[in-house]
């Protein structure tokens, strides 16, 4: 790939979950940022909750969502950015009538830690057991498939 590019979201490669939503990464692995789009549909999560070693940014463009954060709820919408600094514990619920559309950014590589929160545990957004790996956190739940989100044609780029 060159040092420089441009990609349309909607000609990204999608992949799918049924408990998790919808992604698509924009920066390819082995860079050193991570940026993806992600869609949430209401009532599920985007991720199980977790604080990474490195700092992240989340940045809500379409519909709302509910934030899980150290332990705390707290609903977002439509241009509300979240910065999480290194050890921020956090998740997100889609939430409202539709999906929501966020852009999401972090530092590559690091830790990361799944704890376990009765807030998070609420939303069936936290691992059952606390433990550093993703393999562990994310066994008793469905893979992830390259598709496209159920919501697609609702979503902004397709307008």
């Keep these: ?17 049924e408990k998790f939503g919808a992604e698509c990464f924009l920066v390819p692995s082995g860079s050193q940022v991570g940026v993806r789009v992600l869609v949430l549909e209401p009532g599920k999560p985007s991720t199980l ?19 899980i954060v150290e332990g705390e709820e707290r609903g977002l919408r439509r241009w509300d950015y979240l910065h ?10 889609g939430a409202g009538d539709g999906p929501c559309v966020m852009v999401t950014v972090g530092a590559r590589g690091g830790s990361i830690h799944y704890s376990r929160d009765e ?24 893979k992830w498939e390259s598709d496209r989100p159920a919501a697609w044609d609702d979503l902004p780029w397709n307008r």
């Design 119 to 142: 807030a998070a545990l609420a939303h069936d957004a936290a691992a059952e057991e606390e433990t550093d790996s993703v393999d562990e956190a994310y066994a008793p739940f469905p």
């Design 1 to 17: 790939m060159p040092d420089w590019y441009v990609r349309n979201v909607a000609d990204g490669e999608w992949w799918v979950n």
């Design 49 to 67: 909750y977790h604080r990474e070693s490195g700092q992240e940014g989340f940045l809500v463009i379409e519909g709302e969502c509910l934030l």
């Design 84 to 93: 999480c600094a290194p050890g921020t514990t956090h998740s997100f619920v």
